[in-house]
């Protein structure tokens, strides 16, 4: 029959294994186990949810609702979390009998129960850093296909020489960083950083010092290659310098407040003025955020003070953005969600660019701190930002293995 972890796993399909996280937590009487899955292997709908109360399969809206709570800053609205999750409490704290066909129950203590989930589940996923599933790569493997070369009996796309190389930027890596690049996820980034440049260390240092590798290219200035002990990583830099912005920023606000810093020259930004009264009317909540904007006329606002992590963004933008998440937003608190998704705006504007140029010190300051960082395995819509491929899987797309 095997373990019950093992058949849990079994109902959520066979890329469950190396894609899930173990749970057991208990709090009072109540105890949770499972498994859930990681931000990365989400599904478009529920149909990979399994949700048990002593042992009775339920569609609970209570147990739904905190199951997508816990992944509330990790995944994109039209994604749902893999999980089977079993709960345990005394039967005298649990009423099965308030829908017909029992797929609803009523806690005597819901919120014992939400938060034993929702704490959990957080937990869990916060200490497998930056992880993500073996699905991504498996995905790309999957649409690579051999190229044609002159004189080639297989159909594919003819190589191209010297002219696809002309967006790679590539060199040997440093294995320390510069003075720059220490500064690298700081603001102040300098927007017109050379190409990667090489170094006078060997080549093998640092590939076995650090899961994410030592970075050795950039391509199309978006995408880093680094080379791992056993294989080959390739990561988005603005989707995972994002979720590293959004990591600091939500640890900001934990602590108590987000460091901020005054504009040199306040900015003007001309708005609707429903937008600007949508500001205005969250201002004190958004400068707790560290951004202070003041009115400045009917049809626009004035931006004195930035998060100092954002000092050199687009602010005209950022604040465009804002106005357009607050839509909908009653009354002048700003719910715990809603501060995720301005946080998470907030960093995607705040995050290095596609398209910019960076050095290997830089590009290895990002994997450092993606090692670093909570969640860092997706960006902050649940998408990937890195794959993984090992040596075994690229030397079966040459036929070395079979």
Known sequence: AGRPLDRAARLLGRDAGENTIELDAERESVRLWGLVGLPTLARRDTRHQYLCVNGRPVQDKLLKGALRGAYSDLLFHDRQPVAALFLELPCDEVDVNVHPAKAEVRFREPGIVRGLIVGAIKRALAEQGHRTSTTVADGALGHFRPSTLPGSPSRGLPF???????????????????????????????????SARGSDEPAGEGVTLHPLGAARAQLHENYIVAQTADGIVIVDQHAAHERIVYEKLKQQRRDGSIARQALLIPEVIELEEEECRRLLDHAAALAELGLVVDAFGSDAVVVREVPALLRDSLVRRIVADLACELDGISGTDILSDAIDRVLSTMACHGSVRSGRRLTID???????????????GQCNHGRPTYIEMHKDDIEKLFGRRG
Do not use: I
């Open 362 to 376: 830089e590009m290895n300051a990002l994997l450092r701190q993606m090692e670093a960082t909570p969640h860092s």
């Open 160 to 194: 191209q020489g010297a002219a696809a190389m002309r967006s790679v930027s590539a060199a040997p890596v440093a294995s320390g960083l510069s003075e720059a690049a220490r500064d690298f996820l700081a603001p102040g980034l300098d927007t017109g950083a050379p």
